[in-house]
């Protein structure tokens, strides 16, 4: 039996365990990411940890998250983030060079190559045939050591693509179809590998559009092959000398298929609030307020030409806004030349900065009450910055037909004929705003900015024998981690946790801090029951480190997304669900609760433990490996790790 294109990148990075679907392996990583939300805090860990230099083969240090500075904080840490990277050996991308994913895919992934970055959509670089994974900040910390990074050892699921998608059908629409059979969740566990004749036509940046939604139904990663698609982009990018042939074996067996005829693929649309409520264009007809094109998504020269060929000529309805942020310098810099920068402004568009911007809800905030359409890759609520705004998600043409007509329109009812753009045959090549590593000798001078704002990372002490303490909170199903850590405004507070940890749950429960600290100061723990899928979307690992801050020991949950998961283990809180899910109602929030005998249940490998409540007790599994337990034992991965590296 041939291996699946998956199984041969993993096989080939394999440190540690046994290639068994569901089993823990450790892999090897070559590459990683950070930006700017999630960065301070992997490199403030990274620091304490005390190594000189960086171990990966290539490692970015982007900055795309909080370009907005209205204050100190996001300037001081930017400094910060550049003269880590001076110190350490780290290349950094610049504010302003544009958005990490995008960058990463022009100017740093390589086929079979593993890259591990601390946001969630780090899998766009499978489009180019590398698995990447996302993952929090203190994993990536790690893998920059030189340490392996542990997940489950994947099933693939072969989305196996036949025909060719119909004019004014995009990458986008079958990233939704895909969402709309997978849904966003049920699909922890697994990584979706592409195949199929359908592919042959798709360009590495329409590849990468749908490896970066696939974040959304949970996967691990997805991948396609790489192939003369993936040859022709990087000679584009002038890096063919990196191309290699790579593709699953004639005989591999996958764990599950699902087959996409594109030629019967029509506009999709992503409707309120759940990236996976998949609804067709057509049945909308919606009016709209505000359209906003960019992302990490669909923000690429093709996407954005599309949008120039179809305004065209015309100008912006009244009453629509209507903003574009291109992914990258390099695709402002190849439309500002070519005229499409000056179409789309003359159209009546707000040219935003290349950044994630509108994607995070720190700028662009539609009013109340109104419809967005978005070509981004969450509709979360209130993750727009207003809560009570409607987010539709689109393709580039979409989100053009709605910014032309003033209502959500399919493309294929407009007068207008369709544009078929070609990827250029060579970019607009300019990497003077990523500031490569100094030579070795020169790093050991440079002094590290630290600003007020930038603090200590906190660590766990490590797990009691009991938990003792009460239910401080009970929230519902699919809560995000914009709900358990709001970004917007508040993301500028990531590298000073005790400030940052005043806003924990703030959009479902603004007290959940005060009586979490109160309980903690009293000696109390602090416990979270939560429903199905809790933890769902964004990496940020301040989702589980500022409630560890607060005193949280324990989730107990129907379901935990995988990153959320693993970022609870690193910070030493116990991540537990129901054995009966019923027992989900049973609980109250303020009600006393004790799990006892932990340390000696994980240390002896238990998979069960008890919580005795009022008069009742219900039985909750514990589905850890036995280095998280380990790991939970020690109060986390930074205490687990300094301690291994100094038996060493």
């Known amino acids: 039996m041939g291996y699946t294109l998956t199984e041969k990148i993993l096989r080939a990075h394999l440190v540690d365990g046994t290639y068994e679907p569901g089993s823990e392996i450790g892999i090897r990583i070559d590459q990683t990411l950070t930006q700017d939300a999630t960065g301070t805090m992997a490199y403030l860990q990274f620091e304490s940890m005390d190594l000189s230099r960086i171990a990966t083969e290539l490692s970015v240090s982007y900055i795309d998250h909080n370009t907005i500075q209205v204050g100190f904080e996001n300037a001081d840490d930017h400094a910060y983030l550049q003269s880590i990277a001076e110190k350490y050996g780290i290349y950094f991308s610049r504010p302003g060079n544009g958005i990490c994913h995008q960058v990463h895919l022009e100017r740093f992934a390589r086929p079979g190559k593993t890259l591990l970055g601390s946001d969630s959509h780090t899998p766009t670089a499978g489009g180019l045939s590398s698995i990447a994974i996302g993952a929090g900040g203190l994993d990536v910390a790690v893998a920059m050591g030189g340490g392996a990074y542990y997940l489950t050892c994947p099933r693939v699921i072969n ?195 290349s950044a994630c911007g509108f994607c995070i809800g720190n700028s662009l905030s539609p009013r109340t009450d109104s419809v967005s359409v978005r070509t981004s890759n969450r509709n979360f609520k209130g993750r727009s910055g207003t809560a009570s705004a409607n987010v539709y998600l689109t393709s580039p043409a979409v989100a053009a037909a709605a910014a032309l007509t003033g209502r959500l329109t399919d493309p294929r009812s407009l007068d207008i004929v369709y544009p078929k753009i070609e990827m250029p045959d060579r970019f607009e090549i300019d990497d003077s705003m990523i500031i490569p590593p100094l030579p070795l000798g020169e790093r050991a001078q440079i002094e590290i900015m630290r600003g007020p704002n930038i603090g200590q990372p906190p660590t766990n002490a490590p797990l009691p024998e009991d938990i003792i303490g009460v239910v401080t909170i009970k929230v519902g199903d699919y809560v995000t981690t914009d709900h358990i850590m709001p970004a917007g405004s508040r993301l500028k507070y990531r590298s000073n946790v005790p400030k940052y940890s005043e806003f924990v749950f703030e959009p479902l429960d603004s007290d959940f801090p005060a009586r979490a600290i109160q309980l903690r100061d009293r000696g109390a723990h602090n416990v979270i029951v939560a429903g199905v899928s809790y933890g769902q979307g964004s990496s940020r690992e301040h989702a589980a480190l500022c409630p560890m801050y607060l005193g949280v020991k324990a989730v107990i949950a129907k379901s935990i997304e995988r990153i959320h998961a693993a970022n609870l283990v690193n910070f030493g809180i116990l991540p537990l669900s129901f054995d009966c899910e019923a027992d989900y109602s049973s609980l109250e929030q303020g009600e006393k609760i004790v799990i006892p005998g932990l340390r000696q249940a994980l240390s002896s490998g238990q998979e069960e433990v008890k919580a005795v409540l009022q008069g009742k007790e219900i039985l909750l599994k514990m589905n850890l490996s036995d280095r998280q337990r380990k790991i939970i034992l020690a109060g986390g991965l930074l205490p687990y790790t300094v301690k291994a590296r100094k038996e060493k």
């Open 159 to 353: 989305v196996h693509l036949i025909g060719k998608l119909q004019p004014w059908v995009t990458a986008k629409d079958v990233i939704l179809k895909v969402l709309q059979t997978l849904s966003t969740k049920g699909n922890v566990g697994y990584v979706c590998e592409y195949t199929g004749e359908g592919i042959a036509n798709m360009t590495v940046p329409e590849r990468a559009t749908i490896t970066n939604m696939g974040a959304e139904t949970g996967v691990t990663t997805s991948i396609f092959p790489s192939d003369l698609q993936t040859k022709r982009f990087l000679e584009a990018q002038e890096r063919g000398d990196q191309w290699i042939p790579l593709a699953a074996d004639q005989d591999a067996e996958y764990d599950r298929t699902l087959e996409i005829d594109l030629s019967h693929v029509e506009p999709l649309a992503a409707a309120p609030h759940s990236p996976g409520n998949v609804k067709a264009v057509s049945e909308l007809n919606l009016p709209v307020d505000q359209v906003l094109i960019g992302s990490c998504t669909n923000s690429s020269y093709v996407d954005l030409m599309t949008v120039a060929e179809m305004v065209k000529g015309e100008h912006l309805p009244a009453g629509m806004s209507l903003g574009i942020a291109p992914g990258s310098r390099q695709v402002l810099n190849t439309i500002a030349k070519n005229g499409a920068l000056s179409t789309m402004i003359s159209f009546g568009a707000r040219i935003l900065e």
